[in-house]
């Protein structure tokens, strides 16, 4: 009992324990997954205020091909006028450039013309030495006819988009689909730094072809504007992200390997948590693919998670303590007033049982009592009808007892009674054989399922003998004897218990008037007809 209060109270401790941390688990998901939707939110509203200004500047490129389209000839003036227009309204166009397409036979005097408006003009690329020289023999050009702003440009005058394998093939994915295309991510040389940067190309043609062939003849050039990734990703996000979040921009491409164009960091000296990293979904514009990816910093985070998970499970812990204290308190006073119930049951209980052995027992010899007796052959005999098996009954007298009363006492007499019950005790092997002290010198056995008691009158007969108990010491070695009468029925379905009884008490007094110590037993085989057996 007293170990059952402990696990009670352990047990008690260890589900608080248990709940408890599971609500403080419970509130920091939640408040986890409430970060993470907050950081989502605002990555994809960065992710979208990018895409929109990109398409601002595509709108823009396509406004200014109206503006070209409505002019007879491109000339220096009209792009340079209608280009600065653009660039006003679109601070983040660091150049605008009007190249256009010529072919290998027409590049002399494409060179001669240009070179009335630019004095040494001609169609340059850059060497492996990174110097711009004479361009290579190559079926096509693009080269670069007017810039703006030209100061601080001028050395791409003249070069050729071809020359480059990646600018070539936008250009004509461009030229031949008739929509703008957007460059790999070039690098940006400023003074102290080193930054990322696009092309954005829009073919120029002449009326409004259709087809592919038609856009091919009605080729008049290229419109080209030149990006600062870094001044776009910052106009785009400081209208939305306005938080800790650390933001990168790639640039899927074609290659399975992303290249990061550009990276905003918040705070060098602590990484990102990139347990809440999200991309967002992907940004398409020009025919690039551009995912934006971001993770917050610790102060992020941290403003956004409480100390409640904390206080819950330490205030959940406490109070379940305080819980299996006061459960141990009152299991233990419960304890105590069982343990002296349980004392007053046990002692009430041993003094039931000595009254009702009192009631069933014989106060002489120990064992049962007449009246105990009695009620076990009326029992016995029901489940001999009952369960149809035989029964056998003994009743045992010591000769000659009130003679040896009266020259022995009544003291010496008792001696002798308590000593043959023993003798006749010893000889009984089953636990369902019930002797007792049927009277003052007579004794009862109940053979229950026993078809013939007989053998067992016998050996209480020889157990007695063996005893060799002196009659009289004057007698000539005559010791004490006893008469046994008998009956054993193995039909019992009309048996009655005092009719079983009388049998045994008739077999008893035959055996008396033979002559004493020897026995007499009835077998009742048949309804109603016993057989002698002397």
Same mark, same amino acid.
């Given at each position: 009992?007293?170990?059952?209060?402990?696990?009670?109270?352990?047990?008690?401790?260890?589900?608080?324990?248990?709940?408890?941390?599971?609500?403080?688990?419970?509130?920091?998901?939640?408040?986890?997954?409430?970060?993470?939707?907050?950081?989502?939110?605002?990555?994809?509203?960065?992710?979208?205020?990018?895409?929109?200004? /990109?398409?601002?500047?595509? !709108?823009? %490129?396509?406004?200014?091909?109206?503006? @070209?389209? &409505?002019?007879?000839?491109?000339? *220096?003036?009209?792009?340079?006028?209608?280009?600065?227009?653009?660039?006003?309204?679109?601070?983040?166009?660091?150049?605008?450039?009007?190249?256009?397409?010529?072919?290998?036979?027409?590049?002399?005097?494409?060179?001669?013309?240009?070179?009335?408006?630019?004095?040494?003009?001609?169609?340059?690329?850059?060497?492996?030495?990174?110097?711009?020289?004479?361009?290579?023999?190559?079926?096509?050009?693009?080269?670069?006819?007017?810039?703006?702003?030209?100061?601080?440009?001028?050395?791409?005058?003249?070069?050729?988009?071809?020359?480059?394998?990646?600018?070539?093939?936008?250009?004509?994915?461009?030229?031949?689909?008739?929509?703008?295309?957007?460059?790999?991510?070039?690098? /940006?040389?400023?003074?102290? !730094?080193? %930054?990322?940067?696009?092309?954005?190309? @829009?073919? &120029?043609?002449?009326?409004?072809? *259709?087809?592919?062939?038609?856009?091919?003849?009605?080729?008049?050039?290229?419109?080209?504007?030149?990006?600062?990734?870094?001044?776009?990703?910052?106009?785009?996000?400081?209208?939305?992200?306005?938080?800790?979040?650390?933001?990168?921009?790639?640039?899927?491409?074609?290659?399975?390997?992303?290249?990061?164009?550009?990276?905003?960091?918040?705070?060098?000296?602590?990484?990102?948590?990139?347990?809440?990293?999200?991309?967002?979904?992907?940004?398409?514009?020009?025919?690039?693919?551009?995912?934006?990816?971001?993770?917050?910093?610790?102060?992020?985070?941290?403003?956004?998670?409480?100390?409640?998970?904390?206080?819950?499970?330490?205030?959940?812990?406490?109070?379940?303590? /305080?819980?299996?204290?006061?459960?141990?308190?009152?299991?233990?006073?419960?304890?105590?007033?069982?343990?002296?119930?349980?004392?007053?049951?046990?002692?009430?209980?041993?003094?039931?049982?000595?009254?009702?052995?009192?009631?069933?027992?014989?106060?002489?010899?120990?064992?049962?009592?007449?009246?105990?007796?009695?009620?076990?052959?009326?029992?016995?005999?029901?489940?001999?009808?009952?369960?149809?098996?035989?029964?056998?009954?003994?009743?045992?007298?010591?000769?000659?007892?009130?003679?040896?009363?009266?020259?022995?006492?009544?003291?010496?007499?008792?001696?002798?009674?308590?000593?043959?019950?023993?003798?006749?005790?010893?000889?009984?092997?089953?636990?369902?054989?019930?002797?007792?002290?049927?009277?003052?010198?007579?004794?009862?056995?109940?053979?229950?399922?026993?078809?013939?008691?007989?053998?067992?009158?016998?050996?209480?007969?020889?157990?007695?003998?063996?005893?060799?108990?002196?009659?009289?010491?004057?007698?000539?070695?005559?010791?004490?004897?006893?008469?046994?009468?008998?009956?054993?029925?193995?039909?019992?379905?009309?048996?009655?218990?005092?009719?079983?009884?009388?049998?045994?008490?008739?077999?008893?007094?035959?055996?008396?008037?033979?002559?004493?110590?020897?026995?007499?037993?009835?077998?009742?085989?048949?309804?109603?007809?016993?057989?002698?057996?002397?």
């Amino acid at each position: 009992m007293a170990k059952r209060v402990l696990y009670s109270t352990i047990t008690t401790v260890l589900v608080g324990l248990f709940f408890s941390f599971l609500a403080a688990v419970s509130l920091h998901q939640s408040e986890k997954q409430a970060v993470a939707h907050e950081v989502q939110k605002d990555v994809e509203n960065a992710a979208l205020s990018l895409g929109r200004e /990109l398409n601002i500047a595509i !709108e823009l %490129l396509y406004a200014l091909r109206n503006q @070209l389209n &409505v002019s007879d000839e491109v000339n *220096e003036e009209t792009f340079v006028s209608f280009a600065e227009s653009v660039m006003n309204r679109h601070p983040n166009i660091r150049s605008m450039e009007w190249a256009e397409v010529v072919d290998s036979r027409d590049r002399d005097l494409y060179e001669a013309e240009a070179a009335l408006e630019f004095a040494l003009f001609e169609i340059v690329e850059l060497s492996d030495n990174g110097d711009l020289v004479k361009a290579q023999a190559r079926n096509r050009y693009f080269p670069v006819k007017y810039i703006t702003p030209y100061e601080d440009n001028q050395n791409v005058l003249g070069f050729d988009l071809a020359s480059r394998e990646s600018m070539k093939n936008a250009l004509e994915m461009s030229w031949y689909r008739g929509v703008p295309i957007a460059t790999p991510a070039i690098r /940006l040389k400023r003074e102290f !730094e080193d %930054l990322s940067g696009f092309l954005m190309l @829009l073919p &120029v043609f002449h009326g409004a072809p *259709e087809t592919d062939a038609d856009r091919e003849d009605a080729l008049h050039g290229f419109l080209l504007a030149l990006f600062d990734v870094k001044d776009i990703f910052q106009m785009a996000i400081n209208n939305t992200v306005k938080e800790s979040i650390n933001l990168s921009l790639l640039d899927k491409g074609l290659s399975a390997n992303n290249q990061v164009i550009f990276k905003s960091t918040v705070d060098l000296s602590e990484p990102p948590n990139t347990a809440f990293l999200y991309s967002s979904e992907p940004i398409y514009f020009a025919g690039r693919e551009w995912v934006l990816q971001g993770a917050p910093s610790s102060q992020y985070v941290n403003s956004r998670m409480s100390l409640f998970p904390q206080i819950i499970f330490f205030v959940g812990v406490a109070i379940f303590t /305080l819980l299996a204290y006061l459960i141990y308190i009152l299991q233990h006073r419960a304890l105590s007033v069982q343990r002296r119930v349980d004392a007053k049951t046990r002692e009430l209980r041993e003094a039931n049982k000595k009254l009702e052995k009192m009631s069933k027992s014989d106060g002489l010899t120990g064992y049962y009592n007449r009246e105990y007796f009695e009620a076990s052959v009326q029992s016995e005999v029901g489940r001999a009808h009952r369960d149809r098996i035989p029964i056998s009954l003994l009743i045992i007298e010591i000769d000659n007892m009130s003679r040896y009363n009266t020259r022995h006492g009544r003291v010496a007499g008792d001696k002798i009674i308590r000593l043959v019950g023993q003798a006749i005790s010893d000889t009984l092997k089953r636990p369902s054989d019930l002797l007792a002290r049927y009277g003052g010198e007579t004794f009862a056995i109940l053979l229950p399922n026993t078809h013939d008691g007989s053998p067992m009158a016998d050996i209480c007969i020889n157990a007695v003998k063996a005893l060799k108990l002196p009659f009289d010491k004057d007698a000539g070695g005559e010791v004490i004897s006893i008469s046994v009468g008998g009956v054993s029925v193995s039909n019992t379905e009309n048996l009655e218990a005092s009719k079983l009884v009388a049998y045994a008490e008739i077999a008893l007094s035959k055996a008396v008037a033979l002559g004493r110590n020897q026995s007499n037993w009835i077998n009742a085989p048949e309804k109603n007809q016993p057989l002698e057996r002397g």
